[in-house]
């Protein structure tokens, strides 16, 4: 197999590992290769992205900002199968409702939503609702580049997880799809390259305030999975790129015209 065609392998697994999109049939899929195909997660967050940008920028010629950030919010669930959003929510009733690591675990594998999980996730779409739409104050084209922004940085900062930390569920009894559980330093140093790229588009100053802002979310996740679980899972890894892509947000809010 050629290298390039090998690339775009790895490509494929990783849009279909986290999207609705369906991959070619041609394309080879095993844990080795989805372990590699980690390099490729924040390029699947700017594909995510770019195509949530889309759907909201075509909007604004019919509805408003609020409206267009709805109907690109719905866009990328549809996109993504709500995947990193049921995360959350399993991680919130797991955290919220376990009192041992095995406890927590347990509550995580169950696909039913609890009340902690609800909270989260209702909580967390509100604000991300009320985040862009303020962004959208200041300019609503801004709201395109936060959306690409967002997507691909918080699925850099979650997939490096599988870097520093261990894998602490168990895949046999896990309701989840199989997951990359390893990731070698080539696969990290391709997945921070590949995560510049949107950053391109904002800027020296907004670039580095992101970067500095996602490196403290990201150990504030670390600390929380560690002392909780021992390590991350599926579902965490859902919740830290939600978490971060919230952050994104905030920090470009925050940030404002500057950008």
Known sequence: MQAWHKQL???????????????????????????????????????????????????????????????????????????????????????????????????????????????????????????LTEIALFDPSSVSLALIVGHCLSRVVAASFIFSEPYVSDSSTSKSKPLAQEQGVNELSILLVLGVLPLLLVGFVPALVLITGLIIVRYGFIRLFRSQIGGYTGDTLGAAQQGSELSCYLLLLILGVSW
């Open 9 to 131: 392998n790895l490509f494929f697994i990783a849009m279909g590992f986290f999207t609705r999109i369906p991959m070619p049939k041609w394309v080879e899929v095993d844990a080795d290769k989805l372990n590699k195909a980690s390099r490729y997660f924040g390029l699947v967050g700017l594909l995510v992205g770019v195509i949530s940008a889309a759907v909201y920028t075509l909007m604004l010629h019919w509805v408003s900002p609020s409206i267009a950030i709805v109907l690109a919010m719905i866009t990328s669930v549809l996109v993504t199968g709500g995947f990193h959003e049921d995360g959350l929510a399993d991680t919130a009733d797991g955290l919220g409702g376990g009192w041992t690591v095995e406890a927590k675990l347990n509550i995580m594998k169950d696909s039913r939503l609890g009340s902690y999980g609800a909270l989260a996730l209702v909580l967390a779409l509100l604000l991300k609702w009320q985040l």
